[in-house]
């Protein structure tokens, strides 16, 4: 068995791809690591590249977009690590950051998962790193704008501490727990599903943690956030986790949560007709 799977999910992000990966080559080393790249029917030459510029990666070229959460899986269901990582394309790993998280992981045998400090770009610190679970008041108060709660802003930084939601951006998973509660959801093509796993993790009794340890995460380099499609996949994804998990509230909870992704969804479509208009 090895000690550590690290699966990468791309779709047209050649470049990416290939940064993250000479990244996560230097941060193995030390580490019994395999790596997986699932291609979800990319358009450029990722197919063709990847493969002969590493070797040493296990690549699965889909023939369709399957998703985020199918593409996955697939991986996951190959990979003999004790520890699995989920990692984005458009991530760079810092030297010590894979083998310090599977160490702590190795010390906590009650922690199911861990997400790290994630910078952006610009070097910023990146607050969907520690994530409160979206309960239907945490969801009103982020729509409104009161993010503190749902940030768990109250945490520090530099310290390890006990979160709800890890980011799929960079989710340590130790094998055991998802052997317990199920792989990724298949209902979620993409973005939701990180939020659905972290869920069931908790309630399975497992812990899930944030790290002090860095990564740089080129958010939304990976995908296309001006779209139709993005908008319809994302507020969909918000919808499915809401009746998933909380379906059993009266009216009077889930209504306004459901009016509220209307809403927003509503208002992002405009935001992007206006801008194709250059209104």
Not at 98 to 105: G, N
Not at 201 to 221: S, V
């Amino acid at each position: 068995m090895n000690k550590l799977s690290v699966v990468i999910v791309s779709y047209n992000v050649r470049r990416f791809v290939e940064q993250c990966l000479d990244s996560v080559r230097k941060a193995s080393e030390g580490l019994d690591v395999e790596v997986f790249v699932v291609d979800n029917a990319s358009s450029d030459d990722t197919v063709e590249v990847i493969p002969r510029r590493y070797p040493w990666v296990r690549f699965i070229a889909n023939a369709d977009n399957l998703g985020f959460a199918r593409a996955n899986n697939i991986a996951i269901r190959q990979a003999v690590g004790e520890y699995v990582l989920l990692l984005n394309p458009d991530t760079i790993v810092a030297r010590e950051t894979l083998r310090q998280a599977v160490d702590f992981m190795d010390g906590h045998p009650k922690a199911g998962g861990a997400g790290v400090r994630m910078h952006n770009a610009d070097g910023t610190l990146a607050p969907e790193s520690r994530r409160a679970i979206p309960t239907p008041w945490v969801s009103c108060l982020k729509m409104l704008g009161f993010t503190r709660r749902y940030y768990m802003s109250h945490l520090s930084w530099d310290e390890p501490g006990r979160i709800e939601v890890i980011s799929g951006a960079f989710c340590l998973l130790r094998r055991k727990a998802l052997d317990e509660i199920g792989l990724l959801d298949e209902d979620f093509f993409m973005y939701g599903e990180d939020i659905d796993l972290s869920f069931r993790l908790l309630k399975g009794g497992w812990e899930n943690w944030y790290l002090p340890l860095d990564i740089i995460h080129f958010k939304g380099e990976s995908t296309q956030k001006s779209t139709f499609r993005y908008v319809h996949v994302f507020y969909q994804a918000m919808l499915i986790f809401f009746r998933k998990h909380y379906s059993h509230l009266s009216v009077f909870y889930t209504l306004p949560v459901k009016l509220a992704i209307y809403f927003r969804a509503a208002i992002a479509l405009t935001d992007i007709i206006r801008k194709k208009l250059h209104l």
